[in-house]
Antibody, heavy 115, light 108 residues
């Protein structure tokens, strides 16, 4: 069955970077785009960007331009999202989601930014 | 940027009753509209895509309608497991997603 399994929770200091992984299984990794979405506690869903695992092409929400990088390793069917220059407002649960329709989601990764 | 506006923010409904949730786009998104359900501590779950097509395994009590700028999610007879937050999302200008702010369906 299709699964997206994300890496574990992270605690980072302001100014640091975090890299979250999303390992796909149950389907051909390069056949579906991967989206990244985040959600601060008690808040709504915020789209961060997209990556095509086949080509490596990416597109980022303007809010995150210059701070986010999405990459992949096709040999292990894993997508990555790296966010730099972290600040307290980046404390959130980060999700990966498959494809244009978002039909499968990872379980989420809590990133806490605190001094 | 397309702005998605959901109403109401909170909907109080008794079990067994019908719930009607609305979503409006600031410009036409054709039928490129999805609905998600999210329960506390869980990832969002896709309910509807293409404005009206139920995703795999979604019960028939969930239905979506609309096109262009006005959309509706209807839950025909609310079950206990349906109390959650619901988000609409447009993907008309893919690759970009925009979400509404969510509607919380709570027990009356």
């Amino acid at each position: 069955q299709v699964q997206l399994v994300q890496s574990g929770a992270e605690v980072k200091k302001p100014g640091a970077s975090v890299k979250v992984s999303c390992k796909a299984s149950g389907y051909t990794f390069t056949s579906y785009d991967i989206n990244w979405v985040r959600q601060a506690t008690g808040q709504g869903l915020e789209w961060m960007g997209w990556m095509n695992p086949n080509s490596g092409n990416t597109g980022y929400a303007q809010k995150f331009q210059g701070r986010v990088t999405m990459t992949r390793n096709t040999s292990i069917s894993t997508a990555y999202m790296e966010l730099s220059s972290l600040r307290s407002e980046d404390t959130a649960v980060y999700y990966c989601a498959r494809g244009r329709k978002g039909d499968y989601w990872g379980q989420g990764t809590l990133v806490t930014v605190s001094s | 940027e397309i702005v998605m506006t959901q109403s109401p923010a909170t909907l109080s409904v008794s079990p067994g009753e019908r719930a009607t949730l609305s979503c409006r786009a600031s410009q036409s998104v054709s039928s490129n509209l999805a609905w998600y359900q999210q329960k506390p501590g869980q990832a969002p779950r896709l309910l509807i895509y293409g404005a009206s097509t139920r995703a795999t395994g979604i019960p028939a009590r969930f239905s979506g309608s609309g096109s262009g700028t006005e959309f509706t999610l209807t839950i025909s007879s609310l079950q206990s497991e349906d109390f959650a937050v619901y988000y609409c999302q447009q993907y008309n200008n893919w690759p970009q997603w925009t979400f509404g702010q969510g509607t919380k369906v709570e027990i009356k």
